[in-house]
Nanobody, 124 residues
Framework: QVQLVESGGGLVQSGGSLRLSCAASGRTVSRSAMGWFRQAPGKEREFVASITWTGYPTFYTDSVKGRFTISRDNVKNMVYLQMSSLKPEDTAVYYC?????????????????WGQGTQVTVSS
């Protein structure tokens, strides 16, 4: 129902910044919670950040607090992840997700729709 396409990934040096974008479409997208998850090679997909359909509050995993900022623009149907002070351990494929019945905001199973991912590589 909600279609998601990520962009903005790439190669960046440690300490640098990247801004990921997620273009969303679908009749319920504006009423969906949005999240960013990431998956490193050989690792399970993990929660990074999420935002309610109203834009507040937002949620972050501890490892990115103070460095990443999630935001959304419901007029443009976009969600963003501004990443700064990037570390090599941030290297992963980043996925945008949407869910219409999200409560905890941090669990993979709560999200119904997923993008295909965008690669973020942080070098030392």
């Amino acid at each position: 129902q909600v279609q998601l396409v990520e962009s903005g990934g790439g190669l960046v040096q440690s300490g640098g910044s990247l801004r990921l974008s997620c273009a969303a479409s679908g009749r319920t997208v504006s009423r969906s919670a949005m999240g960013w998850f990431r998956q490193a090679p050989g690792k399970e997909r993990e929660f990074v950040a999420s935002i309610t359909w109203t834009g507040y509050p937002t949620f972050y995993t501890d490892s990115v607090k103070g460095r990443f900022t999630i935001s959304r623009d419901n007029v443009k149907n976009m969600v963003y992840l501004q990443m700064s002070s990037l570390k090599p351990e941030d290297t992963a494929v980043y996925y945008c997700a949407a869910g219409g019945s999200v409560v905890a905001m941090t669990q993979k199973y709560e999200y119904d729709s997923w993008g295909q991912g965008t690669q973020v590589t942080v070098s030392s």
